[in-house]
C-alpha cells in the first residue's frame, strides 16, 4: 500500500496564556483557507473522532492547559488534523517558551493550492515569530539537520548545514531551519535581514506581505522535493542567504 503524502504546518509563537483566543484564531483560520474545511472533531481514544458543539470555547478552555487539543475534520479516509502545545523554556530560544502549533493535511492540489493562505493565516491567527509549510518527505530531510548522532553532532542528509538545536537559538524571531513555504514575522524578518531588495529578487518573486508586516516567502513554485536537484539548490541557497536561520552566523 502507498502511503498518502503529507504537507507538514507548524509555527512557533508566544506561549499561551489562559482564555488566550488565539486558538480559535488558529483553527478559524485555517479552515477559511481551505474551502469546506471545518476541524470540529476531537480525536479521541482509538483515532475515532468526537464531534464538538461549541467547540470555539472548548478550545479557549483547553488554553488553561497551555494546549490546542488535537482536532481534525472528522474523516478518517481524508484526515487533515492541528493541534498545539505549549513548551518549556528550558528548551525554548532566548531560555523563553513557545507555543508549537502543528498541523497535517494531505498533499494534493486542493492544499497545494491553499498552502501559502493557511499558513499565512495560521501564523498571524498565532501571531507566530516564524513558520512554515513542508512536504513531509523534504521535512524529513530537513530534520536531520538538527537531529544528534550517536557520535554527536547531526549528520544531516544531501549536504544540507548542520543547524543548531532550538534551545541553542539566541531569540525565537530567529527561524530554527528552512521550509518549502516560511512564514517569517515582521520581527523574524528584521532578525535574518530579509528583504534585500539587490539580493532577494527571485525570492521577492514568490513572495507576499501579511497583514501584520511579516511575509510569507515560497522556495520553489512546486512542493520541495529534494530529489529534484533545483529544489535542492534552491534550499542550499536559501540557507547561504540567511546564516542566522539554525544558529549559524558568527555570535
Request: charged letters at 20%; a negative charge.
Amino acid at each position: 500500500m502507498t502511503l498518502q503524502k503529507c504537507l507538514d504546518l507548524s509555527v512557533y509563537a508566544p506561549a499561551l496564556m489562559a482564555h488566550d483566543d488565539r486558538t480559535v484564531a488558529v483553527v478559524r483560520g485555517m479552515e477559511g483557507a481551505l474551502p469546506g474545511l471545518r476541524l470540529e472533531w476531537e480525536v479521541g481514544e482509538g483515532g475515532h473522532p468526537i464531534k464538538l458543539p461549541q467547540r470555539d470555547g472548548w478550545l479557549v478552555d483547553a488554553t488553561t492547559r497551555g494546549e490546542i487539543p488535537l482536532l481534525c475534520n472528522g474523516n478518517v479516509s481524508y484526515p487533515l488534523t492541528v493541534s498545539g502545545r505549549n513548551t518549556s523554556g528550558r528548551f525554548g530560544p532566548g531560555g523563553q517558551p513557545l507555543l508549537d502549533v502543528r498541523a497535517e493535511l494531505p498533499l494534493d492540489t486542493a492544499v497545494i493550492a491553499a498552502a501559502g493562505k493557511m499558513l499565512e493565516r495560521v501564523g498571524e491567527g498565532a501571531r507566530a515569530f516564524w513558520g512554515h509549510a513542508t512536504p513531509d518527505g523534504a521535512a524529513l530531510d530537513i530534520a536531520y539537520q538538527t537531529a544528534p548522532t550517536l557520535e554527536g553532532p547531526p549528520s544531516p542528509r544531501r549536504g544540507l548545514p548542520a543547524l543548531k538545536l532550538l534551545e541553542h537559538i539566541r531569540a525565537p524571531e530567529i527561524p530554527y531551519y528552512l521550509g518549502w513555504m516560511n512564514y517569517w514575522s515582521a520581527a523574524a524578518a528584521q532578525a535574518i535581514g530579509f528583504p534585500d531588495p539587490a539580493r532577494d529578487a527571485e525570492l521577492l518573486s514568490r513572495s507576499r506581505r501579511t497583514a501584520s508586516g511579516g511575509w510569507v516567502v515560497q522556495l520553489t513554485d512546486a512542493p520541495l522535493d529534494l530529489d529534484n536537484p533545483a529544489h535542492l539548490d534552491a534550499l542550499m541557497r536559501a540557507y547561504a542567504r540567511f546564516p542566522e536561520i539554525g544558529g549559524r552566523a558568527a555570535p
